[in-house]
């Protein structure tokens, strides 16, 4: 069996355009693969973006409730340690009292 020239040359250019066909498809697939890897990574992006911002503005609340908790919330020992002084003065007010009327329950004898 013999080949001719014009036999092998168009068999090869066959071949070569075959293979450039699926370079160019296999191109195409890849390009298209890229955009919508991109796509995603970009939505992925400012989606971190928004997030980020959210995080930062409940970081910013929570600073704010926590210097202005003070300011609103008496703890229960401080609350029963300040009616426990009162009630001392209290206490001690009754009995300058208590001695203040004897003392002039006293001098009208």
């Not at 971190?48 to 910013?60: A, T, Y």
């Not at 209290?90 to 208590?98: S, V």
Request: with cysteine.
């Amino acid at each position: 069996m013999t080949i001719e020239l014009w036999h092998l040359v168009l068999l090869l250019l066959s071949f070569f355009g075959a293979c450039g066909a699926v370079a160019k498809m296999l191109l195409r697939d890849l390009n298209e693969n890229h955009r919508q890897l991109q796509a995603r990574l970009d939505g992925l992006e400012r989606n971190h973006r928004e997030e980020s911002g959210q995080w930062q503005r409940i970081e910013r609340e929570l600073l704010n409730l926590k210097a202005e908790l003070p300011l609103h919330y008496v703890r229960r020992e401080d609350y029963v340690q300040a009616v426990a002084t009162i009630g001392a003065k209290l206490d001690a007010m009754a009995i300058r009292f208590e001695n203040i009327l004897l003392k002039g329950g006293n001098r009208e004898s």
